[in-house]
């Protein structure tokens, strides 16, 4: 399958973010305020994915824009990268009670968007923000401070597991080790051969993972 063009992409995503809105699929639906789908460019080569919606984005509807968000969005500018040039995301996409850690079946629920949303932006590189992102894709024998800052590969699909910026809040070294994994992130994008690729890898996640969103 080809890659789909831009404006095609950008209407999936529409798309999916209206059916996120509208979503009560699990109990997490009952209890937000705003679902929160994602943000940034059909055109993203890298999809940085977190834990789930805190206050912040539970209120805006806008991924990463509370104190965590704040620190990514430093980090970005400090590699020269902006929000725009990536597409930002959650696992859960409403605010789990408390800020509790989302359950199983939450996560198994709300799956379907995040690869739904993976199907249409076809990311050379997802960037795992934490333990939730890193474990939702490699299971729970995964800690993101063994992994951290790896390029790990599944399906075809590259990962670079990274420490969540929240972490830099109570921590603020990792702010400087989410720094140097960025860079690798982005040496990672600047691989000819990983672009070269990136049409293959395509047909072979879309076969493995596709999903249909409702
Ligand atoms: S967390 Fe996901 S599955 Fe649950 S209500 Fe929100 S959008 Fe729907």
Redesign the pocket.
């Known amino acids: 399958m080809d890659h789909p063009a831009s404006s095609t992409r950008k209407n999936l995503l529409d798309s999916l973010s209206r059916q996120?809105s509208e979503?009560?699929?699990?109990r997490?639906?009952s209890t937000?305020t705003s679902?929160v789908p994602g943000i940034g460019s059909p055109d993203a080569e890298i999809c940085f994915i977190g834990e789930g919606p805190g206050r912040d984005e539970d209120a805006t509807g806008v991924p990463f824009v509370g104190q965590a968000g704040h620190v990514l969005d430093r980090l970005l500018l400090s590699v020269g990268l902006q929000r725009g040039d990536c597409y930002i995301c959650n696992i859960?996409?409403?605010r789990p009670p408390n800020n509790r850690v989302p359950a199983p079946d939450?996560i198994e629920?709300?799956s379907v968007?995040l690869y739904a949303q993976l199907a249409v932006l076809e990311p050379s590189i997802i960037c795992l923000l934490g333990n939730t992102a890193l474990r939702f894709f490699f299971g729970e024998n995964y800690a993101i401070g063994q992994v951290r800052g790896t390029i790990l590969v599944k399906d075809g699909q590259r990962f670079l597991p990274t420490y969540h910026p929240a972490a830099a809040l109570r921590n603020p070294q990792y702010e400087s080790v989410i720094q140097k994994d960025l860079l690798k992130l982005l040496d990672a994008i600047h691989d000819p051969g990983s672009l070269a690729s990136r049409s293959a890898r395509l047909q072979s996640s879309t076969n493995s993972r596709r999903t249909t969103a409702r």
Request: proline share 0%; glycine share 6%; aromatic share 6%.
């Open positions: 996120i979503c009560r699929d699990c997490l639906g937000r679902a859960v996409k409403c939450e629920t709300c968007y």
